[in-house]
C-alpha cells in the first residue's frame, strides 16, 4: 500500500497526515484534531472521555475510523 505521511498546520499547530495512493485518500490523526480543535492539553484523554460520555461516537470512532501508522511526536 503506498502511503505518504506528512504534517499538515492549523492555526500553527501540526496535524499529522497520511496520503493513501491506492484508495486516493488523507487520513488524519484524531488525537491532533481534538487537540487543535480543543487546545486541550492532553488531547488522548480528552478523546477517551467524549467517547465514556457519548456511547454513539465510542462505536462511530471504533468502527468508522481505520488506524493508520503514523509517526508520533518523539519520532517512533
Known amino acids: 500500500m503506498g502511503q505518504k505521511e506528512q504534517i499538515k498546520l492549523f492555526e500553527q499547530k501540526r496535524v499529522r497526515s497520511v496520503w493513501d495512493e491506492e484508495k486516493e485518500e488523507w487520513f488524519f490523526s484524531v488525537i491532533d484534531v481534538v487537540e487543535v480543535l480543543t487546545d486541550s492539553t492532553n488531547p488522548t484523554d480528552y478523546l477517551k472521555k467524549m467517547r ?4 454513539e461516537l465510542g462505536i462511530y470512532i471504533g468502527t468508522n475510523c481505520p488506524q493508520v501508522a503514523m509517526t508520533t511526536a518523539t519520532g517512533l
Do not use: G, I, L, Y
Request: charged letters at 50%.
Open 52 to 55: 465514556k460520555r457519548n456511547p
